[in-house]
C-alpha cells in the first residue's frame, strides 16, 4: 500500500510544471526603452520614444512558453525631440499623460514562432483602453555577467497597432486631401533584463 501511495504522489509531482525553473529578471530601467513610428503628412515618419520603461519578467529556461511579461512606460517620458511636438502629444488630445501616466502590457500566452523567435500575445492598455495584441520577440539572449556580477539577459519585441482602437483619434485633413497623422503605429521594445538574487 505505501509502495502504490509513493508511486501516486511521484507522478502527481511530474505532472505539475515546476516553478524551481522559472527565474525572475527586471528590467533595467538604464538599457531598455519603447519606441514608435507613425507616417506623417502621409509622406514621411515621425519617430518616438519613452525612456522610462520597468516590468518584470519571468523566464522558464526549459520552456519558453511557460513564462510571463510585465511591463510599465512612463507616458510622460515621451520625447520626439521637439519640445511644441511632445508637449501636444502628452495633452488630452493624444496620450493626455495627466490622466493616463502608464502604458501597460501584460502577457497572456507565449507561443514558439520560427527561427527562435517567439510570439508573445498579451493585454496591452494605452489611454485607458486595453487590447490584446501580438508581440513579435527576439530573444531572450544568452546569460551574460556584467562586471558587477549582475546576470544579464536581452530580447526585442515589435508590434503595430491602430492608435484609434485605443481612443487616440485627433487629426486633421490636408488641403491635398491627405491626413496630417497615420493611424497605423509600429512600436518597438528593446529591454535588457537583470536577474533577481535567489
Do not use: C
Request: without cysteine; proline residues 3%.
Amino acid at each position: 500500500m505505501k509502495r502504490l501511495q509513493f508511486l501516486f504522489i511521484a507522478l502527481l509531482a511530474l505532472s505539475i510544471p515546476s516553478l524551481a525553473l522559472a527565474s525572475t529578471w527586471n528590467l533595467d530601467p538604464d538599457h531598455s526603452n519603447a519606441q514608435f513610428k507613425v507616417q506623417h503628412m502621409m509622406i514621411s515618419h515621425v519617430r518616438g520614444d519613452f525612456p522610462e520603461v520597468q516590468g518584470t519578467v519571468m523566464i522558464d529556461d526549459q520552456d519558453l512558453t511557460r513564462s510571463a511579461v510585465d511591463v510599465t512606460i512612463a507616458t510622460a517620458s515621451l520625447s520626439t525631440n521637439h519640445v511644441k511636438r511632445d508637449g501636444h502629444l502628452k495633452s488630452a488630445d493624444f496620450f493626455d499623460v495627466e490622466k493616463y501616466p502608464a502604458i501597460t502590457f501584460k502577457s497572456k500566452q507565449v507561443q514558439k514562432g520560427q527561427n527562435g523567435s517567439l510570439k508573445v500575445l498579451g493585454d496591452l492598455t494605452i489611454h485607458g483602453v486595453t487590447k490584446e495584441v501580438e508581440l513579435q520577440v527576439s530573444g531572450p539572449t544568452q546569460s551574460a555577467k556584467d562586471p558587477w556580477g549582475n546576470i544579464r539577459k536581452g530580447a526585442q519585441a515589435t508590434t503595430m497597432v491602430n492608435r484609434k482602437d485605443f481612443g487616440l483619434v485627433w487629426n486633421k485633413t490636408l488641403e491635398t486631401g491627405g491626413l496630417l497623422v497615420g493611424d497605423e503605429v509600429e512600436i518597438s521594445i528593446e529591454i535588457e533584463l537583470i536577474q533577481q538574487a535567489g
